[in-house]
């Protein structure tokens, strides 16, 4: 049983930053951030491979996004910096064995942890 746990989110006024946590109950898998804007689909944020060497990012979030792990915690980051408005969602961490950018080949998946961004 894969158990993902989320935290970090929160209110931060537009061109703020914000980090994400997501601890896992198991190692050695790839790791992934979706999001959820309200009436939305869930869509694709940043994911990063089990050994780090390989990560992807959604085009909406590049060069502001960065996703990281602490292997030895069994913990992946997500820093988001100038943020926007638009960024506003629930913020979900997915876990699967191989890396992947699509949200329907991942089966592990966390409760979520609000991001609102104001402006």
């Known amino acids: 049983q894969v158990r993902l746990v989320e935290s970090g989110g929160g209110l931060v006024q537009a061109g703020g930053s914000l980090r994400l946590s997501c601890v896992s109950s198991?190692?050695?898998?790839?790791m992934a951030w979706f999001r959820q804007a309200p009436g939305k689909e869930r869509d694709f944020v940043a994911a990063?491979?089990?050994?780090?060497?390989?990560?992807y990012y959604g085009d909406a979030v590049k060069g502001r996004f960065t996703i990281s792990r602490d292997k030895a915690r069994n913990t992946v980051y997500l820093q988001m910096s100038s943020l926007k408005p638009e960024d506003t969602a629930v913020y979900y961490c997915?876990?699967?064995?191989?890396?992947?950018?699509?949200?329907?080949?991942?089966?592990?998946w966390g409760q979520g942890t609000q991001v609102t961004v104001s402006s």
């Open positions: 997915a876990a699967r064995v191989t890396i992947s950018t699509r949200r329907d080949d991942y089966s592990y």
């Open positions: 990063i491979s089990w050994s780090g060497d390989s990560t």
């Open positions: 198991v190692s050695r898998y790839a």
